[in-house]
Structure formats: structure tokens, C-alpha cells
């Protein structure tokens, strides 16, 4: 617990200019830290796993989340005008996204996409600034595993008449979800596989093994 309250309280003074790939292996450490479990899990799309990955612990924590809106904006296409994705994930991370674009004197927008429609008033599933018809949207995404979620976003998106240039996700897990991209024609990239992640966390427990 000592190591996790530390990732939790000691913020890099140099977090909103580190350069990408020293900010890149922070993030994964932060990851490996707080947001990766081993056990017996039953994950959102009905599988079971003997691991498990919170990526809101990252995308809600204090520096994690500006770690994470400055990755994914580097990772964005010049022609994305705006951010979306589904909630409750993707919600922090189209935040910091479009709060890190305005810093850096680009407005994209951020949308939230409702898993289902608005009760009341006009109910919409789409939360935010209405775009021009035909406007360029990426879809963000923390964890992928089957992929539905994300897809659930971009098709939510083509009904609403924008065009999706991209999927972009923290995590994959590679159970489906690039494959199921593939067939629908979107392009889509993650930050980390889930590789990646496992391979840091073993060589950070083994580290602090006696």
C-alpha cells in the first residue's frame, strides 16, 4: 500500500512538460501501480480474466489524467476536430483531451456519448456542442477487450452524421476489439498492449521482492 499512496500523492513537478516518451513510461509505471490487478474477474463483456485493469484509476488521478490528454492529443490526427466516447470510461479522458488541446491553442471539442438515450428534454445520446454535419471525430477508449464500447460510440457518431477518422485506446487487451475495428474500416491505435503492462508490473514486483 505504501508504493500505491505514493503513486497517488507525489505528482513530477515536470508533468505538463515532460517529453512524450519519458511521459509514456511514468504512465505505464502509474498503470502497473494502481490500475492492474491479477486474480478471477468477470469483465463488462461477459468474460471472465485472470487480470483486471481500472483505467479510471488512471484517468481520474491527479497527474495520470494530464499525462493522458497530452498522450492521446499527440496521437490524434490533424484533421480530428473533435473527441468522443462512451460513458463512464471515456468521459475524464475527452475532458483532459480537449483541456490539454486548448493549452496548447487547438479547439476539439469534447462529446459524451449516453449508452442509452436522454429520458427527458431532447433526448439526445450525444452530450455537447453540436457540430457541423460531416465534422471529423475520434473515438476514445481506456480498455479495449471485445471492442463494443467503442464501437457502440462511433456508431452513435455515424447515425448523428459525423464521420470517425480513428479509434484511439490506452489499453488493449487483445481480445477482439482490433480485429472488430479492422472489419469495420477504422483505423484504431493503443498506447500500451496489455503486454506491455504486465511485463512492467512483474518487473516492478520483482524489483521489490527481498
Known amino acids: 500500500m505504501t508504493e500505491i499512496r505514493q503513486a497517488l500523492t507525489n505528482i513530477p513537478e515536470s508533468i505538463a512538460t515532460l517529453d512524450l516518451a519519458t511521459l509514456r513510461q511514468k504512465l505505464l509505471d502509474l498503470f502497473c501501480q494502481v490500475a492492474y490487478q491479477e486474480g478471477d474477474f468477470l469483465l463488462s463483456s461477459g468474460q ?69 438515450a436522454k429520458g427527458h428534454g431532447t433526448r439526445a445520446y450525444i452530450e455537447g456542442p453540436v457540430l457541423p454535419e460531416g465534422s471529423t471525430i475520434t473515438v476514445l477508449e481506456d480498455v479495449v477487450t471485445t471492442g463494443g464500447s467503442a464501437m457502440k460510440a ?51 514486483r520483482n524489483s521489490q521482492s527481498p
Open 48 to 116: 471472465h480474466s485472470s487480470y483486471y485493469i481500472n483505467g479510471k484509476q488512471i484517468t481520474l488521478h491527479a497527474w495520470g489524467g494530464l499525462a493522458v490528454g497530452r498522450i492521446l492529443l499527440s496521437r490524434l490526427s490533424s484533421e480530428t476536430e473533435a473527441v468522443a466516447g462512451l460513458t463512464l470510461g471515456a468521459d475524464p479522458m475527452v475532458t483532459a483531451v480537449s483541456v490539454v488541446a486548448a493549452y496548447e491553442g487547438r479547439s476539439l471539442p469534447a462529446l459524451i456519448i449516453r449508452k442509452e
Open 154 to 204: 462511433a456508431e452513435r457518431l455515424h447515425q448523428a452524421g459525423y464521420r470517425v477518422n480513428g479509434i484511439v485506446a490506452l489499453v488493449d487487451r487483445h481480445q477482439g476489439g482490433t480485429e472488430l475495428y479492422q472489419q469495420a474500416g477504422i483505423p484504431f491505435q493503443a498506447v500500451f498492449s496489455i503486454q506491455d503492462i504486465q511485463q512492467q508490473w512483474r518487473e516492478i
